[in-house]
């Protein structure tokens, strides 16, 4: 079992930066994907970022936050980030942090075992 728990999400303007962690406990995260879902207000949860538990930290994003964000994990803190610069409004919603026991990223909620409660993320024109 892994619990996870999300951190960093607040209110900031267009153009600003944030940093979202999330905390693992209960296994250690070396042999799970973790992967970054956001949920806009009225809309269904969406890929963001994920990196492989693999040695090569493979990772991939949706073509939305390509070049503005990076999803980044540190096995020995047991915790995942995920660096946010040049937000936009569109990029509102509560985020959620996931994992997978595998070595494969795949993009669908439906193929993560483990959730986070979210955190919210607002940013305002």
């Known amino acids: 079992q892994v619990q996870l728990v999300e951190s960093g999400g607040e209110l900031v303007q267009a153009g600003d930066f944030l940093r979202l962690s999330c905390a693992a406990s209960?296994?250690?995260?070396?042999?799970?994907?973790m992967a970054w879902f956001r949920q806009p207000p009225g809309q269904e949860r969406e890929f963001v970022a994920a990196v492989s538990w693999m040695d090569n930290g493979i990772t991939h994003y949706a073509d939305s936050v390509k070049g503005r964000f990076a999803i980044s994990r540190d096995n020995v803190k047991n915790t995942l980030y995920l660096q946010m610069n040049s937000l936009k409004p569109e990029d509102t919603g509560v985020y959620y942090c996931a994992a997978r026991y595998s070595e494969n990223i795949r993009l669908l909620p439906a193929e993560y075992n483990y959730w986070g409660q979210g955190t919210q993320v607002t940013v305002s024109s």
């Open positions: 209960g296994s250690a995260l070396n042999k799970y994907t």
